[in-house]
């Protein structure tokens, strides 16, 4: 767990967070020729919705901050309601980083 705390997560530039009818959505751009049948049904973006939680994380992941520096941030916004936070948090990054959503810089030295 600690090495993840080191990583610092940054959001692809071309995800746009936007609050739609009191909901936060990720809005996820179409662009691969395969994505043509959803974009005639769901328009140009996929979107994956986030609590204020998750969105609040999300604009904390802009390239400066660990994982730790963004834990201690959600910490002192949320308190225990985002308990158990840093597992919680490690989850959620890796998550958005299988999904192409955010990079992690450091990931790759940690690897080898």
Request: proline letters at 3%.
């Amino acid at each position: 767990m600690e090495n993840y705390l080191k990583l610092i997560p940054k959001r692809n530039e071309e995800i746009e967070l936007r609050k739609i009818d009191g909901k936060y959505y990720l809005l996820i751009p179409m662009t691969s020729k395969l994505d043509f049948l959803a974009r005639k049904l769901h328009g140009e973006y996929r979107r994956l919705e986030l609590d204020e939680l998750g969105a609040f994380i999300w604009e904390l992941c802009d390239g400066t901050r660990s994982i730790e520096q963004i834990g201690k941030k959600v910490k002192e916004k949320f308190g225990e309601e985002a308990e158990p936070l840093y597992e919680r948090l490690v989850t959620f990054i890796l998550e958005l980083y299988k999904r192409n959503l955010i990079l992690l810089g450091g990931w790759d030295e940690q690897r080898d």
